[in-house]
């Protein structure tokens, strides 16, 4: 038998959630999961089963104090690396990421990294959260409403519950429908279009939000993000090459 999906969860997000890990939604999200073990063997999904839950082991719930919101993962062979956006060093840098960059430098005279992965940026609590966390290899959407939007939900509830001063970045309209969940009270909500070629030049490019997401935690006394990449990143993901 599958071993129990939320094991893999970091202890604090696991006491976070847990009235959603004892649910009956929890164990059809379970079900799910265990059904696709074989695939997860065959690459035939992604990410790896280890790296479902990369973004939470890298933002721990008292330290996150940032989510981008993502939709589903990448699904072509090697990107998804369960970070929202981001896909591991030597990967060519997908087309919304790079309009991330672009953005990026405009707003924060950052130069454009080499690489896609933006590990360093979850390491300083932005959770790079995607509302779906697995995705079959070259078909995009594929897992939606198969059980991961109601445990992503209950993350964003939790955070807006338990939390405060968090920054919740917001690009495109699937990820705007969220804002239901968050009590913008107690949040910062910075909200556009979509990074993807197909919307950006409709509001994304000069949105500012990297400059907005600083300016916010300056004026709530938290530690500003660092929005340069380092240039080595991950060197041992050069195998993707």
Request: proline share 6%; net charge positive.
């Amino acid at each position: 038998m599958d071993k129990p999906l939320f094991e893999d969860l970091p202890n604090d997000w696991q006491m976070a959630l847990q009235s959603f890990t004892e649910s009956e939604e929890a164990k059809k999200l379970q079900t799910f999961v265990s059904d696709l073990s074989k695939a997860f063997k065959s690459g035939e999904v992604y990410p790896q089963r280890s790296q479902l839950f990369y973004a939470f082991e890298l933002s721990p719930f008292k330290e996150t104090k940032v989510v981008i919101l993502g939709q589903d993962p990448y699904h072509g062979e090697g990107q998804a690396h369960g970070l929202a956006f981001s896909v591991p060093a030597g990967m060519k840098i997908p087309p919304s990421l790079r309009n991330i960059y672009k953005e990026l430098e405009e707003d924060c005279s950052v130069k454009t990294p080499t690489h896609g992965d933006l590990s360093s940026w979850a390491k300083q609590g932005i959770l790079l959260l995607n509302t779906v966390l697995t995705v079959e290899k070259s078909k995009a959407g594929s897992h939606q409403k198969k059980g991961w939007e109601a445990f992503t939900d209950e993350v964003i509830k939790v955070i807006s519950r338990k939390r405060e001063n968090v920054v919740f970045i917001l690009w495109g309209s699937p990820a705007q429908k969220k804002q239901k969940l968050i009590d913008a009270n107690k949040h910062h909500i910075i909200e556009s279009v979509h990074p993807s070629p197909l919307s950006s030049y409709r509001g994304f490019f000069g949105s500012r939000p990297f400059s907005k997401t600083n300016l916010f935690l300056k004026s709530t006394q938290q530690k500003l993000i660092d929005w340069e990449l380092p240039s080595k990143a991950n060197h041992h993901n050069l195998e993707y090459l």
